[in-house]
Protein backbone atom coordinates (compact mmCIF):
# COMPACT_ATOMS: atom_id res chain seq x y z
CA UNK A 1 0.00 0.00 0.00
CA UNK A 2 1.56 3.69 -1.07
CA UNK A 3 1.78 5.87 2.31
CA UNK A 4 0.60 9.12 1.45
CA UNK A 5 3.87 11.40 2.93
CA UNK A 6 3.28 15.20 3.29
CA UNK A 7 6.80 15.22 5.03
CA UNK A 8 8.27 15.38 1.84
CA UNK A 9 7.35 18.55 1.04
CA UNK A 10 8.91 20.21 3.91
CA UNK A 11 12.76 18.79 3.45
CA UNK A 12 14.99 20.96 2.86
CA UNK A 13 16.60 21.18 -0.61
CA UNK A 14 20.20 19.23 0.15
CA UNK A 15 18.24 16.65 2.32
CA UNK A 16 18.10 13.78 0.33
CA UNK A 17 14.33 11.67 0.40
CA UNK A 18 16.03 8.27 1.19
CA UNK A 19 19.29 7.31 2.11
CA UNK A 20 21.05 3.72 1.12
CA UNK A 21 22.76 1.52 3.62
CA UNK A 22 23.55 -0.95 0.84
CA UNK A 23 26.50 0.96 -0.50
CA UNK A 24 28.59 -0.84 2.41
CA UNK A 25 29.59 -4.51 2.78
CA UNK A 26 29.42 -4.48 5.90
CA UNK A 27 29.05 -1.67 9.17
CA UNK A 28 32.92 -2.32 9.46
CA UNK A 29 33.12 -1.26 6.24
CA UNK A 30 31.83 2.26 7.45
CA UNK A 31 34.25 2.45 9.92
CA UNK A 32 37.18 1.61 8.08
CA UNK A 33 35.88 4.41 5.59
CA UNK A 34 35.73 6.63 8.61
CA UNK A 35 39.30 5.93 10.00
CA UNK A 36 40.92 6.14 6.20
CA UNK A 37 39.27 10.18 5.89
CA UNK A 38 39.65 11.64 9.04
CA UNK A 39 43.01 9.94 10.05
CA UNK A 40 44.45 12.64 11.82
CA UNK A 41 41.73 14.50 12.80
CA UNK A 42 40.64 14.56 16.69
CA UNK A 43 38.37 11.72 17.34
CA UNK A 44 37.79 12.02 21.44
CA UNK A 45 39.22 14.45 23.74
CA UNK A 46 38.35 13.32 27.47
CA UNK A 47 39.75 15.64 30.78
CA UNK A 48 42.18 17.01 28.14
CA UNK A 49 43.35 13.95 26.68
CA UNK A 50 43.10 13.78 22.95
CA UNK A 51 43.23 10.65 20.62
CA UNK A 52 42.66 10.59 16.60
CA UNK A 53 40.74 8.42 14.90
CA UNK A 54 43.90 6.99 13.47
CA UNK A 55 44.74 6.46 17.56
CA UNK A 56 41.41 4.62 18.09
CA UNK A 57 41.91 2.47 14.52
CA UNK A 58 44.72 0.84 16.53
CA UNK A 59 43.59 0.42 19.56
CA UNK A 60 40.04 -0.85 18.37
CA UNK A 61 42.17 -3.48 16.24
CA UNK A 62 44.52 -4.74 18.77
CA UNK A 63 41.00 -5.20 21.06
CA UNK A 64 39.92 -7.35 17.88
CA UNK A 65 42.83 -9.36 17.55
CA UNK A 66 42.91 -9.94 21.21
CA UNK A 67 39.84 -11.29 21.27
CA UNK A 68 40.06 -13.36 18.10
CA UNK A 69 43.12 -15.38 19.80
CA UNK A 70 40.72 -16.34 22.98
CA UNK A 71 38.64 -18.99 20.69
CA UNK A 72 35.03 -17.58 21.55
CA UNK A 73 32.74 -19.86 19.45
CA UNK A 74 31.57 -17.50 15.98
CA UNK A 75 28.66 -15.22 16.80
CA UNK A 76 29.52 -14.50 20.11
CA UNK A 77 28.45 -12.05 22.52
CA UNK A 78 30.68 -9.65 23.99
CA UNK A 79 29.52 -7.42 26.57
CA UNK A 80 30.75 -3.49 27.46
CA UNK A 81 29.71 -2.09 30.99
CA UNK A 82 31.49 1.51 30.84
CA UNK A 83 30.83 5.19 31.32
CA UNK A 84 32.28 7.45 28.39
CA UNK A 85 35.46 7.15 28.44
CA UNK A 86 38.05 6.94 25.35
CA UNK A 87 38.40 2.98 25.56
CA UNK A 88 34.80 2.53 25.20
CA UNK A 89 34.83 3.28 21.39
CA UNK A 90 37.79 1.21 20.65
CA UNK A 91 36.33 -1.48 22.92
CA UNK A 92 32.83 -1.53 21.10
CA UNK A 93 34.47 -1.44 17.58
CA UNK A 94 36.92 -3.97 18.07
CA UNK A 95 33.85 -6.47 19.22
CA UNK A 96 32.55 -5.90 15.82
CA UNK A 97 35.72 -5.82 14.17
CA UNK A 98 36.34 -9.04 15.38
CA UNK A 99 32.98 -10.75 14.28
CA UNK A 100 31.49 -11.03 17.21
CA UNK A 101 27.90 -9.09 18.54
CA UNK A 102 28.32 -6.63 21.37
CA UNK A 103 25.65 -6.08 24.00
CA UNK A 104 26.09 -2.47 25.48
CA UNK A 105 25.61 -2.44 29.23
CA UNK A 106 24.51 0.11 31.49
CA UNK A 107 27.51 0.88 34.40
CA UNK A 108 24.82 1.63 37.01
CA UNK A 109 22.72 -1.88 37.05
CA UNK A 110 22.15 -3.70 39.83
CA UNK A 111 23.69 -7.21 40.08
CA UNK A 112 20.09 -8.33 39.11
CA UNK A 113 19.89 -6.23 36.23
CA UNK A 114 23.27 -7.31 35.28
CA UNK A 115 22.41 -11.11 35.48
CA UNK A 116 19.78 -10.89 33.15
CA UNK A 117 21.32 -9.09 30.21
CA UNK A 118 24.21 -11.33 30.61
CA UNK A 119 22.20 -14.66 30.85
CA UNK A 120 19.27 -13.17 28.53
CA UNK A 121 22.19 -12.13 25.85
CA UNK A 122 24.42 -15.64 26.70
CA UNK A 123 27.61 -12.94 26.45
CA UNK A 124 30.36 -15.20 27.08
CA UNK A 125 33.29 -12.16 27.52
CA UNK A 126 33.09 -8.73 29.19
CA UNK A 127 34.66 -5.50 29.10
CA UNK A 128 34.59 -3.74 32.46
CA UNK A 129 35.78 -0.64 33.83
CA UNK A 130 36.41 -1.75 37.95
CA UNK A 131 33.86 1.24 39.35
CA UNK A 132 31.62 -1.81 38.35
CA UNK A 133 33.41 -4.71 38.98
CA UNK A 134 31.66 -5.27 42.46
CA UNK A 135 28.23 -5.82 40.72
CA UNK A 136 29.65 -8.37 38.19
CA UNK A 137 31.53 -10.25 40.98
CA UNK A 138 27.86 -10.66 42.63
CA UNK A 139 26.39 -12.37 39.65
CA UNK A 140 29.57 -13.98 37.47
CA UNK A 141 29.03 -17.32 38.66
CA UNK A 142 25.68 -17.54 37.66
CA UNK A 143 26.59 -16.35 33.45
CA UNK A 144 28.00 -18.20 30.94
CA UNK A 145 30.90 -15.49 31.20
CA UNK A 146 34.22 -16.79 30.31
CA UNK A 147 36.46 -13.57 29.51
CA UNK A 148 36.76 -10.50 32.12
CA UNK A 149 38.92 -7.61 30.77
CA UNK A 150 38.74 -4.57 33.64
CA UNK A 151 39.78 -1.46 32.73
CA UNK A 152 40.48 1.11 34.90
CA UNK A 153 38.43 4.59 34.03
CA UNK A 154 42.26 6.35 32.66
CA UNK A 155 43.67 3.57 30.86
CA UNK A 156 43.93 5.04 27.68
CA UNK A 157 44.90 8.93 29.32
CA UNK A 158 48.50 7.85 29.40
CA UNK A 159 50.03 9.79 32.14
CA UNK A 160 47.16 12.10 33.18
CA UNK A 161 45.61 8.59 33.70
CA UNK A 162 46.94 7.83 36.72
CA UNK A 163 46.69 11.02 38.53
CA UNK A 164 42.71 9.91 37.68
CA UNK A 165 42.74 6.88 38.64
CA UNK A 166 44.74 7.63 41.65
CA UNK A 167 41.98 10.25 42.18
CA UNK A 168 39.21 7.91 41.75
CA UNK A 169 40.37 4.85 43.77
CA UNK A 170 42.02 6.80 46.97
CA UNK A 171 40.33 10.53 46.75
CA UNK A 172 36.50 9.84 45.66
CA UNK A 173 36.37 6.24 46.69
CA UNK A 174 34.27 5.71 43.43
CA UNK A 175 35.83 1.70 43.38
CA UNK A 176 33.77 0.06 45.30
CA UNK A 177 36.00 -3.41 46.68
CA UNK A 178 35.66 -6.47 44.73
CA UNK A 179 37.66 -9.90 44.02
CA UNK A 180 38.16 -11.40 40.92
CA UNK A 181 41.07 -13.25 41.34
CA UNK A 182 40.43 -16.46 40.96
CA UNK A 183 42.39 -17.66 38.05
CA UNK A 184 38.96 -19.31 36.66
CA UNK A 185 37.88 -16.13 35.65
CA UNK A 186 40.05 -15.50 33.27
CA UNK A 187 40.51 -11.71 34.05
CA UNK A 188 43.12 -9.70 31.61
CA UNK A 189 43.88 -5.80 32.37
CA UNK A 190 42.70 -3.55 29.53
CA UNK A 191 46.64 -2.12 29.57
CA UNK A 192 47.20 -5.71 28.46
CA UNK A 193 45.23 -6.32 25.34
CA UNK A 194 46.12 -3.41 23.69
CA UNK A 195 49.89 -4.54 24.31
CA UNK A 196 49.23 -8.38 23.50
CA UNK A 197 46.71 -7.03 21.07
CA UNK A 198 49.23 -5.51 18.65
CA UNK A 199 51.60 -7.96 18.24
CA UNK A 200 48.76 -10.66 17.65
CA UNK A 201 47.68 -11.46 13.84
CA UNK A 202 44.45 -10.52 12.82
CA UNK A 203 41.78 -11.90 10.56
CA UNK A 204 39.17 -9.85 8.80
CA UNK A 205 35.86 -12.05 8.93
CA UNK A 206 33.54 -12.14 6.48
CA UNK A 207 30.57 -9.97 7.24
CA UNK A 208 27.43 -8.74 5.60
CA UNK A 209 24.88 -6.06 6.64
CA UNK A 210 22.20 -9.24 7.52
CA UNK A 211 24.48 -9.92 10.85
CA UNK A 212 23.43 -9.03 14.10
CA UNK A 213 25.62 -6.05 15.10
CA UNK A 214 24.56 -5.16 18.34
CA UNK A 215 21.72 -6.35 21.12
CA UNK A 216 20.65 -3.35 22.68
CA UNK A 217 18.61 -3.43 25.56
CA UNK A 218 15.47 -1.71 26.02
CA UNK A 219 15.40 0.22 29.30
CA UNK A 220 13.65 -1.72 31.31
CA UNK A 221 10.62 0.37 32.14
CA UNK A 222 8.17 -1.87 32.12
CA UNK A 223 10.24 -5.22 34.11
CA UNK A 224 12.88 -6.92 32.84
CA UNK A 225 14.66 -5.03 29.73
CA UNK A 226 14.10 -6.90 26.35
CA UNK A 227 17.23 -7.64 23.95
CA UNK A 228 16.87 -5.72 20.25
CA UNK A 229 18.06 -7.30 17.61
CA UNK A 230 20.16 -4.57 15.48
CA UNK A 231 21.70 -5.46 11.93
CA UNK A 232 24.46 -3.58 10.89
CA UNK A 233 22.12 -2.36 7.94
CA UNK A 234 20.15 -0.74 11.26
CA UNK A 235 22.71 0.72 12.34
CA UNK A 236 24.45 2.17 8.88
CA UNK A 237 21.13 3.61 8.20
CA UNK A 238 20.59 5.21 11.40
CA UNK A 239 23.87 6.63 11.03
CA UNK A 240 23.05 7.78 7.29
CA UNK A 241 20.15 9.12 7.83
CA UNK A 242 21.00 11.31 11.15
CA UNK A 243 23.82 12.73 8.78
CA UNK A 244 21.58 13.29 5.64
CA UNK A 245 19.10 15.36 8.56
CA UNK A 246 22.15 17.42 9.66
CA UNK A 247 23.26 18.35 6.55
CA UNK A 248 21.72 21.96 6.20
CA UNK A 249 23.66 23.29 8.93
CA UNK A 250 27.05 21.55 9.19
CA UNK A 251 27.66 22.34 5.71
CA UNK A 252 27.27 25.80 6.66
CA UNK A 253 29.80 25.53 9.76
CA UNK A 254 33.16 27.13 8.90
CA UNK A 255 35.85 25.13 11.39
CA UNK A 256 38.41 22.63 10.75
CA UNK A 257 37.06 20.57 13.11
CA UNK A 258 33.05 20.65 14.41
CA UNK A 259 32.76 19.37 18.42
CA UNK A 260 30.06 17.30 19.64
CA UNK A 261 29.54 17.43 22.91
CA UNK A 262 29.01 13.33 24.21
CA UNK A 263 27.35 14.05 27.68
CA UNK A 264 24.64 11.14 27.29
CA UNK A 265 26.20 7.40 27.75
CA UNK A 266 27.23 5.99 25.08
CA UNK A 267 25.97 2.97 25.80
CA UNK A 268 22.27 4.19 25.19
CA UNK A 269 21.21 3.87 21.66
CA UNK A 270 20.90 7.80 21.38
CA UNK A 271 24.36 8.73 21.93
CA UNK A 272 25.65 5.23 20.03
CA UNK A 273 23.79 6.36 17.06
CA UNK A 274 25.04 10.19 17.10
CA UNK A 275 28.61 8.32 17.91
CA UNK A 276 28.07 6.91 14.35
CA UNK A 277 26.69 9.96 13.13
CA UNK A 278 29.69 12.06 14.23
CA UNK A 279 32.69 9.49 12.67
CA UNK A 280 31.15 9.51 9.47
CA UNK A 281 31.15 13.17 9.13
CA UNK A 282 34.83 13.64 11.70
CA UNK A 283 33.45 15.25 14.52
CA UNK A 284 35.90 15.19 17.40
CA UNK A 285 33.53 13.92 20.77
CA UNK A 286 33.83 15.86 23.74
CA UNK A 287 33.53 13.20 26.10
CA UNK A 288 31.98 13.53 29.69
CA UNK A 289 32.12 10.41 31.85
CA UNK A 290 29.94 12.01 34.65
CA UNK A 291 27.61 14.44 33.48
CA UNK A 292 25.84 14.69 36.95
CA UNK A 293 28.85 16.50 38.14
CA UNK A 294 27.09 19.65 36.51
CA UNK A 295 29.73 21.92 37.97
CA UNK A 296 32.28 20.11 36.20
CA UNK A 297 30.91 19.36 33.40
CA UNK A 298 30.40 23.22 32.99
CA UNK A 299 33.64 23.38 33.50
CA UNK A 300 34.60 21.09 30.06
CA UNK A 301 32.25 22.62 28.18
CA UNK A 302 34.52 25.99 28.95
CA UNK A 303 37.51 24.31 27.53
CA UNK A 304 36.78 24.56 23.75
CA UNK A 305 33.87 25.08 21.46
CA UNK A 306 31.38 23.30 20.61
CA UNK A 307 28.96 23.19 17.47
CA UNK A 308 26.50 19.98 18.51
CA UNK A 309 24.75 19.52 21.93
CA UNK A 310 22.37 16.38 22.07
CA UNK A 311 20.96 15.58 25.20
CA UNK A 312 17.77 15.46 27.09
CA UNK A 313 14.99 17.70 28.55
CA UNK A 314 16.57 17.14 32.95
CA UNK A 315 20.00 17.74 31.56
CA UNK A 316 19.54 21.12 29.44
CA UNK A 317 17.07 22.06 32.67
CA UNK A 318 20.30 21.28 35.25
CA UNK A 319 23.07 22.93 33.05
CA UNK A 320 20.58 25.73 32.95
CA UNK A 321 20.24 26.23 36.48
CA UNK A 322 23.71 26.18 36.94
CA UNK A 323 25.29 29.61 37.47
CA UNK A 324 28.39 29.33 35.68
CA UNK A 325 26.78 27.86 32.55
CA UNK A 326 25.37 31.56 31.64
CA UNK A 327 28.87 32.85 30.95
CA UNK A 328 29.83 29.93 28.52
CA UNK A 329 30.73 31.10 25.08
CA UNK A 330 28.14 29.84 22.92
CA UNK A 331 29.59 31.48 19.75
CA UNK A 332 29.97 28.13 17.89
CA UNK A 333 26.47 26.20 19.05
CA UNK A 334 24.66 25.26 16.30
CA UNK A 335 22.79 22.60 16.68
CA UNK A 336 21.30 21.71 19.91
CA UNK A 337 19.28 18.20 19.47
CA UNK A 338 16.44 17.19 21.91
CA UNK A 339 15.41 13.63 22.69
CA UNK A 340 15.19 10.73 24.69
CA UNK A 341 12.25 11.99 26.46
CA UNK A 342 9.67 15.37 25.60
CA UNK A 343 11.54 18.28 25.58
CA UNK A 344 9.36 21.58 27.56
CA UNK A 345 8.69 24.35 25.89
CA UNK A 346 9.39 26.39 29.38
CA UNK A 347 13.43 24.39 28.86
CA UNK A 348 13.59 25.48 25.22
CA UNK A 349 12.31 29.12 25.50
CA UNK A 350 15.28 29.06 28.50
CA UNK A 351 17.72 27.21 26.00
CA UNK A 352 16.79 29.62 23.56
CA UNK A 353 17.55 32.79 25.74
CA UNK A 354 20.76 31.71 27.44
CA UNK A 355 22.58 30.14 24.04
CA UNK A 356 20.99 31.65 21.17
CA UNK A 357 20.12 28.33 19.78
CA UNK A 358 17.24 26.72 19.36
CA UNK A 359 16.58 23.46 20.66
CA UNK A 360 15.49 20.74 17.67
CA UNK A 361 13.27 17.96 19.06
CA UNK A 362 13.11 14.81 17.54
CA UNK A 363 12.15 11.35 18.36
CA UNK A 364 13.49 7.65 18.36
CA UNK A 365 13.65 4.15 19.85
CA UNK A 366 16.05 1.77 20.60
CA UNK A 367 14.10 -0.10 18.06
CA UNK A 368 14.86 1.69 15.09
CA UNK A 369 18.06 2.67 16.35
CA UNK A 370 17.30 6.02 17.61
CA UNK A 371 15.87 7.33 14.33
CA UNK A 372 12.80 7.95 13.09
CA UNK A 373 11.32 11.46 13.35
CA UNK A 374 12.70 15.25 14.03
CA UNK A 375 12.42 19.08 13.54
CA UNK A 376 13.95 20.32 10.39
CA UNK A 377 17.42 21.77 11.69
CA UNK A 378 17.01 24.93 10.36
CA UNK A 379 13.81 25.75 12.08
CA UNK A 380 14.44 28.44 14.91
CA UNK A 381 11.38 28.56 16.89
CA UNK A 382 10.44 25.34 19.08
CA UNK A 383 7.12 24.06 18.05
CA UNK A 384 6.52 21.12 20.61
CA UNK A 385 6.29 18.85 17.74
CA UNK A 386 8.81 15.50 17.38
CA UNK A 387 8.94 16.86 13.76
CA UNK A 388 8.43 14.94 10.28
CA UNK A 389 9.75 11.01 9.71
CA UNK A 390 13.67 11.13 8.50
CA UNK A 391 14.71 9.83 5.37
CA UNK A 392 13.57 6.42 4.20
CA UNK A 393 11.60 6.28 7.28
CA UNK A 394 7.40 5.47 6.93
CA UNK A 395 5.02 6.20 9.77
CA UNK A 396 1.65 5.57 9.71
CA UNK A 397 -0.80 6.03 12.65
CA UNK A 398 -3.38 3.84 12.90
CA UNK A 399 -6.57 2.95 15.46
CA UNK A 400 -6.81 0.15 18.11
CA UNK A 401 -8.61 -1.73 15.14
CA UNK A 402 -5.40 -0.99 13.09
CA UNK A 403 -7.38 1.50 10.68
CA UNK A 404 -5.19 4.77 10.00
CA UNK A 405 -6.37 7.56 11.70
CA UNK A 406 -7.18 10.69 9.91
CA UNK A 407 -5.33 13.93 10.09
CA UNK A 408 -5.25 15.53 14.11
CA UNK A 409 -6.78 12.71 15.34
CA UNK A 410 -4.87 10.58 18.06
CA UNK A 411 -3.58 7.01 17.04
CA UNK A 412 -0.45 4.22 17.37
CA UNK A 413 2.34 5.34 15.71
CA UNK A 414 3.65 2.39 13.58
CA UNK A 415 7.24 2.35 11.86
CA UNK A 416 9.06 1.10 9.15
CA UNK A 417 12.84 1.35 7.58
CA UNK A 418 16.06 -0.06 6.93
CA UNK A 419 16.82 1.25 10.66
CA UNK A 420 13.95 -0.74 12.37
CA UNK A 421 14.76 -3.90 14.14
CA UNK A 422 14.32 -7.40 12.97
CA UNK A 423 12.47 -8.24 16.89
CA UNK A 424 13.60 -8.84 19.92
CA UNK A 425 16.19 -11.54 21.37
CA UNK A 426 14.35 -14.95 23.00
CA UNK A 427 11.26 -13.35 22.48
CA UNK A 428 7.84 -13.91 20.63
CA UNK A 429 7.28 -11.43 17.62
CA UNK A 430 4.42 -12.68 16.52
CA UNK A 431 2.42 -9.62 16.91
CA UNK A 432 4.58 -6.85 17.16
CA UNK A 433 4.20 -5.22 13.33
CA UNK A 434 1.61 -5.09 11.55
CA UNK A 435 0.28 -7.19 8.66
CA UNK A 436 1.90 -4.56 5.94
CA UNK A 437 5.08 -4.75 8.07
CA UNK A 438 4.91 -1.59 10.44
CA UNK A 439 6.79 -1.78 13.38
CA UNK A 440 4.17 -0.62 16.71
CA UNK A 441 6.18 1.20 18.70
CA UNK A 442 3.19 2.09 21.77
CA UNK A 443 3.75 5.30 21.05
CA UNK A 444 0.36 7.69 20.92
CA UNK A 445 0.63 10.32 18.09
CA UNK A 446 -1.54 12.61 15.66
CA UNK A 447 -0.24 13.89 12.64
CA UNK A 448 -1.32 17.34 11.12
CA UNK A 449 -1.43 18.29 7.23
CA UNK A 450 1.87 18.81 6.69
CA UNK A 451 3.21 15.88 8.19
CA UNK A 452 4.57 16.91 10.99
CA UNK A 453 3.83 14.25 14.25
CA UNK A 454 2.85 15.14 17.82
CA UNK A 455 4.06 13.24 20.57
CA UNK A 456 0.81 12.76 23.46
CA UNK A 457 2.16 9.75 25.26
CA UNK A 458 2.89 6.17 25.44
CA UNK A 459 0.03 3.93 24.69
CA UNK A 460 0.53 2.07 28.32
CA UNK A 461 0.80 5.22 29.91
CA UNK A 462 -2.51 7.26 28.58
CA UNK A 463 -5.56 7.20 31.57
CA UNK A 464 -8.49 6.39 30.88
CA UNK A 465 -11.17 9.41 32.69
CA UNK A 466 -14.73 8.58 32.09
CA UNK A 467 -13.73 7.57 28.53
CA UNK A 468 -11.82 10.35 28.22
CA UNK A 469 -8.15 9.81 26.86
CA UNK A 470 -5.66 12.15 29.39
CA UNK A 471 -1.86 12.17 28.28
CA UNK A 472 0.04 12.35 31.29
CA UNK A 473 3.26 14.61 29.02
CA UNK A 474 0.62 17.19 28.64
CA UNK A 475 -0.51 17.48 31.93
CA UNK A 476 2.97 17.07 33.41
CA UNK A 477 4.29 20.04 30.30
CA UNK A 478 1.41 22.10 31.97
CA UNK A 479 2.17 21.54 35.34
CA UNK A 480 5.68 22.48 34.97
CA UNK A 481 4.93 26.29 35.08
CA UNK A 482 2.85 26.49 38.50
CA UNK A 483 5.11 28.44 40.69
CA UNK A 484 7.10 26.26 43.07
CA UNK A 485 7.30 23.12 41.23
CA UNK A 486 10.81 22.06 40.50
CA UNK A 487 9.73 18.61 38.93
CA UNK A 488 6.41 16.39 38.29
CA UNK A 489 4.97 13.22 36.82
CA UNK A 490 1.72 11.97 36.35
CA UNK A 491 -0.15 8.61 36.34
CA UNK A 492 -3.34 7.01 36.42
CA UNK A 493 -4.84 4.88 39.26
CA UNK A 494 -7.79 2.85 39.57
CA UNK A 495 -11.39 5.21 40.63
CA UNK A 496 -14.30 3.74 41.57
CA UNK A 497 -16.10 6.52 39.81
CA UNK A 498 -14.48 7.22 36.52
CA UNK A 499 -12.38 4.32 35.79
CA UNK A 500 -9.01 6.07 36.35
CA UNK A 501 -8.00 9.12 38.13
CA UNK A 502 -5.17 11.64 37.33
CA UNK A 503 -2.38 11.30 40.26
CA UNK A 504 0.75 13.46 40.09
CA UNK A 505 4.44 13.41 42.44
CA UNK A 506 4.78 17.10 42.64
CA UNK A 507 8.93 17.77 43.80
CA UNK A 508 8.69 21.11 45.67
CA UNK A 509 11.04 23.80 45.48
CA UNK A 510 10.41 24.33 49.60
CA UNK A 511 6.91 23.74 51.88
CA UNK A 512 5.35 27.01 50.43
CA UNK A 513 3.80 25.01 47.81
CA UNK A 514 0.86 23.90 48.91
CA UNK A 515 -1.52 21.39 47.38
CA UNK A 516 -4.56 23.93 47.19
CA UNK A 517 -2.40 26.08 45.26
CA UNK A 518 -1.48 23.26 42.71
CA UNK A 519 -4.92 22.45 42.37
CA UNK A 520 -6.24 26.11 42.08
CA UNK A 521 -3.21 26.45 39.25
CA UNK A 522 -4.45 22.95 37.26
CA UNK A 523 -7.96 23.81 37.65
CA UNK A 524 -7.36 27.31 36.09
CA UNK A 525 -5.38 25.64 33.55
CA UNK A 526 -6.75 22.52 32.45
CA UNK A 527 -9.74 20.66 31.24
CA UNK A 528 -11.99 19.15 34.25
CA UNK A 529 -11.18 15.70 33.68
CA UNK A 530 -7.79 16.42 33.37
CA UNK A 531 -6.73 18.31 36.62
CA UNK A 532 -5.23 15.92 39.26
CA UNK A 533 -7.25 14.20 41.82
CA UNK A 534 -5.03 13.15 43.85
CA UNK A 535 -1.71 15.16 44.76
CA UNK A 536 1.80 13.51 46.40
CA UNK A 537 4.68 15.86 47.42
CA UNK A 538 8.00 13.68 46.83
CA UNK A 539 11.78 14.74 47.39
CA UNK A 540 12.82 12.82 44.13
CA UNK A 541 11.27 10.97 41.25
CA UNK A 542 12.03 7.49 39.85
CA UNK A 543 14.02 7.81 36.69
CA UNK A 544 16.05 5.75 33.51
CA UNK A 545 19.57 6.34 33.11
CA UNK A 546 19.02 9.65 30.61
CA UNK A 547 16.32 11.18 33.26
CA UNK A 548 12.70 9.43 31.75
CA UNK A 549 10.39 9.14 34.34
CA UNK A 550 9.46 5.28 35.37
CA UNK A 551 5.76 5.62 36.11
CA UNK A 552 5.70 2.48 35.83
CA UNK A 553 8.06 2.84 38.84
CA UNK A 554 5.20 4.95 40.30
CA UNK A 555 2.35 2.49 39.40
CA UNK A 556 3.81 -0.20 41.41
CA UNK A 557 5.10 2.43 44.31
CA UNK A 558 1.11 3.48 44.53
CA UNK A 559 0.03 0.04 44.57
CA UNK A 560 2.05 -0.67 47.06
CA UNK A 561 0.72 2.27 49.48
CA UNK A 562 -2.96 1.60 48.67
CA UNK A 563 -3.52 -2.66 48.26
CA UNK A 564 -6.79 -2.02 48.46
CA UNK A 565 -7.03 -0.08 45.06
CA UNK A 566 -5.76 -3.77 43.22
Known amino acids: MTVDKPWLAQYPKNVPKTINPDQYKSLIELYEECFERFRMHPMTICMGVTHTYGDVDKASLAVAAWLQAQSLPKGSVVALMMPNVPQYLPTMIGILRAGYICTPINPLYTGRELRHQLNDS?????????????????????????????????????????????????????VPKYNLNDPKYHVTKFPDVLKKGKNLPFTTPAMNLDQIGILQYTGGTTGLSQGTILTQRNIAASAMMAEAWYRPITSEINEVYINMVMALPLYHIFAFSLSLLGMRSGYTFILVPNPRDMPGFVKTLSKQPFHIFPGVNTLFKALLEQPNFKSLDFSSLSITQAGGMAATEQTAARWLEV???????GWGMTEGVAAGTANVVTNRKFNGTIGIPVPSVDIITVDEHGKRVGFNQAGEMCIKGPNV???????DNSNIFTSDGYFRTGDIVSMDEKGYFTLLDRKKDMILVSGFNVFPNEIESVMLDCDGVIDCAVIGIPDDNQGEAVKIYIIPADNNVTKEAVKEFALDNLTGYKCPRHIEFVSELPKSNVGKVLRQKLREQHLSDNPQTM
Not at 139 to 144: A, C, K, Q, R
Not at 355 to 361: H, L, Q, V, Y
Not at 421 to 427: A, D, H, L, Q, R
Request: include cysteine; hydrophobic fraction near 45%; charge should be positive.
Open 355 to 361: TGCPMIE
Open 421 to 427: MSGYFNK
Open 122 to 174: GAQAIFVVDNFAQALEQVIEETSIKRIVLSKMGDMMGLKGILVNTVIRQVKRL
